[in-house]
């Protein structure tokens, strides 16, 4: 009895590590195309009384004419006359509006970029003396007194989070990247293991 008791829970924990994966992913494409269908309603609102179609039609063909938009943007910009234009128009204009050049950083972080806003993976406490409990964050900057600025994303969408201001003895540098951190946050700590070896492995 105790022996099906543990296969009938050791089978069911299998079963939904399987399905983990999927549930997180189902979650965040879910959060897109909600966001995807606030952003353009206004013009699926208006291609629906144009064309006399249902939502979905409308928002299809915004989705297609983003993505050509998008591809033949892309495109120009890989060229060396594209390439000019859009350095030249980024300093003089789009660097200049109050925050542009924060988001840029975070999204070049988010897509792989090695060259964004987080400094460093860290593990950070909430209280004094790394009592605990602990959260996984990437420093985003570092000043006099010894104290740092934290960003702590949340799972499964790390575009949003915490911002905490505490000091160094706080934080705890890990071994890893943003990216292998990043995904621990997407998976809603699945992977934490890794961070936690890596604490080890940086303290000796």
Not at 21 to 45: D, E
Not at 178 to 195: D, F, R
Request: charged fraction near 15%; include cysteine.
């Amino acid at each position: 009895m105790k022996r099906m008791k543990q296969f009938v829970i050791t089978a069911a924990l299998g079963g939904f590590f399987v399905i983990l994966p999927l549930l997180v992913l189902f979650k965040l494409l879910v959060w897109l195309l909600a966001f995807f269908s606030n952003t353009v309603s206004p013009w699926t609102r208006l291609l629906m009384q144009e064309l006399d179609i249902s939502r979905i039609p409308a928002e299809l063909s915004i989705f297609i004419l983003l993505f050509a938009f998008c591809f033949m943007l892309g495109a120009f910009v890989r060229t060396r006359w594209g390439g000019w234009v859009h350095d030249y128009f980024e300093r003089h204009l789009l660097a200049r509006i109050p925050g542009y050049l924060p988001i840029k950083d975070i999204i070049k972080q988010f897509s792989g970029s090695r060259q964004g806003v987080f400094r460093k993976v860290v593990r950070v406490s909430m209280s004094d003396n790394q009592k605990g409990p602990f959260l996984t964050g990437m420093v985003t900057d570092e000043y006099q007194h010894n104290r740092v600025t934290v960003f702590v994303p949340t799972g499964p969408n790390p575009t949003t989070g915490l911002i905490l201001h505490t000091s160094v003895d706080n934080v705890v540098e890990l071994d890893v990247s943003v990216e292998a951190a990043m995904k621990t946050i997407i998976s809603c700590g699945a992977g934490s293991g890794n961070l936690l070896n890596a604490l080890k492995a940086s303290n000796g």
